[in-house]
């Protein structure tokens, strides 16, 4: 489920170049700029595209088309997710020896290779080899998509970048997942899948065809400082601490959307289709209001608007958990204004934090950086449907304070941060490109 800072880099100028024609107006423009920004969109806008297409039916496609039960399936699925994650720290490596456009182009045609080879699978062994695969391949493309914005945007446009991405990736999933629905699962039969199937294939070879004309990212310079991390990013506190931060409100974003249709549905027997409604809101917000709110608090304290952006997630939350108490007319609304302040706070915290990953890294192990980044990622999606699990189980209202409360302490936390960081999340995070 960005562009904040003053200051240029390394703390010189943010003031664009004499003589470039609108230069102020561009500035207060949201959208991002820069040559090759239309084929990162449409690259990023189709792999998104083949992701919806696929994942909100990924249980139904795997049953369909290679025979396996649904427990089957599923526990392939959670043994190849924990098997991918320690191979993303070479992933990592790759993007930063290798180069990034290479891996991104590779990764997109070993999707669309395992989602053919599925259609001829029958086993669980062979089921779990090519999901390895396919996760190892979608972990790559998550730590180079940050790499690739951060080495090819130009001066001060790495955020707006990065908000593209979220833009793209939520049409497009939502895009997807349409289509998908409307196509080829109403049908329930194995020619359906097998043909949704053939397609998401397709797009992820369209997908790399259109990184195609993206530029090389721009290495460092051989005279740059050593790295501080030397490839351990778990030894650079401050960059520890916000990917931390990210892990965290990962959990409170995903918890959120696994538990929310079923606390609604089954403990508080709320018709269907508000759940619809509100992913509905949540996903038209972020793709209407992400890029002209990240233009907006440009300029802004990075953490200031974690901890603000992670607090107004409460919103949602603690209208969830007194849901119980609430009749349907009174809960209806309330749950719509915590949604759209929760989408607020997406917004904003989840910006600030994928460029402050970015922009806190060393430029040679930029990649090493984020891959450490997505396997914190991975354990978090790894934990969550136990938590969900448990909560629903046990204490179905307890889940929605214990949210509430984490975004609290993530608030806090940010705070406190700025209190201590702050000159150094300015040097690692400098110009309006930071978060």
Known sequence: MSSTSNGGKSGGS???????????????SSLPRGAGVGW???????????????????????????????TAVGAGLTIATLIALPAVFLVGRLVDGWGTKAVLISA???????????????????????????????????????VLAAGTAPEGEVGRWLALTR???????????LLAGVAFVGSGDR???AAMGLLNAGSFVLAALLYLPLATVRRPKAAAPAAKGS???????????????????????????????????????????IVGVLFAVNTVLMVIFQLPVTGRVEGRSPLRLIAVGSVLHAALLVALGLGGLLPFAALLPLLLLGMAVYTLGEILATQALSVLLVKLAPPRELGVYQAFNQVLVGLSLAVVPLLVAFFLTHAPAGLWWLLTGATVVLGLGMLRLQRSSAVAV???APGPDAA
């Open 108 to 146: 997109a045609l070993l999707r669309a290779g395992v989602f053919v080879a599925y259609l001829f699978v029958h086993d669980l062994p062979a089921f779990v080899a090519l999901a390895v695969v396919a996760a190892v391949a979608q972990r790559a493309e998550q730590v180079s998509m940050p």
């Open 40 to 70: 990162f969109g449409a690259a990023a806008l189709v792999n998104a595209v083949g992701t919806g297409f696929f994942y909100p039916y990924q249980l139904l496609f795997f049953v369909a088309v290679t025979d396996l039960s649904l």
């Open 167 to 177: 833009v793209v990736f939520n049409a497009g999933m939502g895009l997807g997942g």
């Open 14 to 28: 943010t003031r664009e170049p004499p003589g470039t024609a609108g230069a102020s107006k561009a500035r207060a």
């Open 231 to 273: 490839g351990r990013p778990w030894r650079d506190g401050l960059f520890l601490r916000i990917s931390l931060t990210n892990f965290l409100l990962i959990t409170v974003i995903v918890a959120t959307e696994a538990g929310l249709p079923v606390y609604l549905i089954e403990e508080l027997d709320t018709p269907s289709w």
């Open 426 to 428: 300015a040097a690692g």
């Open 191 to 193: 020619s359906g899948f």
